[in-house]
């Protein structure tokens, strides 16, 4: 059995990438840093699961996540915040924690997973970036930055790691019904979905399920891809 680990998994996007490879046979590892009751609640459900608190902006407790869980053979890279406000009104310890959580903690855990990868010569990431780190947005600069990092990165890294047969691909999803845009107002939500094709926001289900599609074996000729699940809006 296959194992897959996935940041920020007890809510949101996470929790759906973790049902799905749940469903498909995988044991999940649901990593969270604040929100236990919602991690466990999911390990129950799914069953081939372990709960592991990190958070991934430090580095000692991501050492400690992977050494209780060694072998990932699957790592998604989806633990994020977001930060909406006038690029100069910030302060700097959310600017600082967006970066640290939404970058540096992708980094973190990639880095952390890569040499067991490298001695099994074997291995997938995936990190969920947004459209914003693909076009920006207003009023989310810092957020929108550190995400098109993401998508460098993701570049970057598969020339790298390649050769040792490992892929690496990075997801955008666009306007998504999560908890993390429940600040827009009905009005606000109508008004975006005027602007995408498909005419509809998207669901955790469909980010999920192009994740699970980029770490099956029918993607085995696709690293360092930018893969948008976006509804046609961009």
């Known amino acids: 059995m296959k194992t897959v680990l996935v940041t920020g998994g007890a809510r949101g996007i996470g929790k759906a990438v973790c049902t799905a490879f749940s469903n498909v046979g995988y044991f ?5 840093n604040k929100s236990q009751k919602e991690a466990d609640e999911l390990c129950s459900l799914l069953g081939n699961a372990a709960v592991c608190k990190a958070d991934v902006s430090k580095k000692d407790e991501v050492a400690a996540m992977i ?3 060694p072998d990932i053979d699957i790592l998604v890279n989806n633990a994020g915040v977001s930060l909406f406000g006038v690029f100069n009104g910030l ?3 959310q600017i600082k924690s967006l970066y640290d959580i ?4 992708t980094l973190n855990v990639s880095r952390a997973v890569l040499p ?13 970036s947004s459209i914003w780190g693909e076009c920006g947005a207003s009023c989310e600069v810092d957020y929108s930055a ?9 570049k970057a890294l598969a020339k790298e790691v390649g050769p040792s047969y490992i892929r690496v691909n990075c997801i955008c999803p666009g306007i998504i019904d999560t908890e993390m845009n429940d600040r827009l107002s009905i009005s606000e939500v109508e008004s975006l979905v005027e602007t995408i094709p498909l005419e509809r926001l998207g669901k955790p289900e469909d980010v999920a399920n ?20 976006n509804g046609g809006l961009f």
């Open 67 to 69: 050494a209780a869980h």
């Open 91 to 93: 302060l700097e310890d």
């Open 146 to 154: 550190s995400k098109a990092a993401i998508i460098g990165f993701t």
């Open 102 to 105: 939404n970058l540096f903690g």
């Open 28 to 32: 999940v590892i649901i990593n969270y």
């Open 116 to 128: 067991s990868m490298i001695r099994r010569k074997s291995g997938v990431i995936i990190n969920i």
């Open 210 to 229: 192009a994740v699970l599609f980029l770490a099956d074996e029918k993607a085995n000729y696709i690293s360092g891809a930018v893969l948008s699940v």
